[in-house]
């Protein structure tokens, strides 16, 4: 079957979606994109690496801010379309908010209507870095 | 800020990644994608719907296989274009290939090189059904 990163099934734009997992709670701490060589970073140096769809360019998760995911584990699903990573979040904060994921916000309902609320409190100070 | 919908960051073409995870185990089970009227029915029904890029279908989650996923709480990311359901996995098969989630490959090293291994049984014959 060739090489491992051959197998993925990256989309038109070269990139696959990549979920972060904490390895010890479970919780979902953030998606975000990889390409041929954020993967292959990831893998190797067993941080996690992206590719940022705004800026275009390849970031080490915590590059500025320090709140590095170490990956402990990767995943492919059947497709081969979508990764998951169980990671051990560094510093407690995987999200450029200063929360500890990005998933921060539930939908509720409020009598007939529905809306977002924010669950996760900040955790530190979101000025101090750029990269999450 | 309007209706809940409006607040998701729809991309080009009016989708939005959709992670499911397991309510009791933590486990990702599947990454699909939803649209709007997806995402709307899910949150009305209870039930996960997405959308299917490959046939440009709305499907519910188990319509053919009856492996319904029901929803217990949707979150949404920082940046708005990313959910997170927690279901509940009402067959305890979320994958197509019958078994329990679509993660079903782990990145292996072997010797100097590394292999995509599968580590989950099939539970269920696929041939039965399509739609996972």
């Not at 390849?58 to 059947?78: I, Q």
């Not at 929360?99 to 101090?128: I, K, N």
């Amino acid at each position: 079957m060739g090489d491992w990163i051959d197998a993925v099934a990256w989309n038109s734009d070269g990139l696959v979606p990549a979920v972060a997992q904490d390895a010890a709670s479970g919780e979902v701490l953030m998606l975000a994109w990889m390409n041929r060589e954020a993967l292959e970073r990831t893998v190797a140096s067993g941080e996690a690496h992206y590719w940022s769809r705004s800026r275009k360019a390849l970031w080490k998760k915590g590059e500025t801010s320090g709140h590095v995911l170490r990956v402990k584990e990767v995943r492919m699903d059947c497709d081969a379309d979508a990764i998951v990573l169980s990671v051990e979040s560094t510093k407690g904060i995987a999200c450029h908010t200063g929360r500890r994921r990005c998933f921060f916000r539930r939908l509720e309902a409020r009598g007939a209507r529905r809306e977002w609320v924010e669950t996760d409190p900040v955790l530190a100070d979101p000025g101090s870095f750029r990269d999450g």
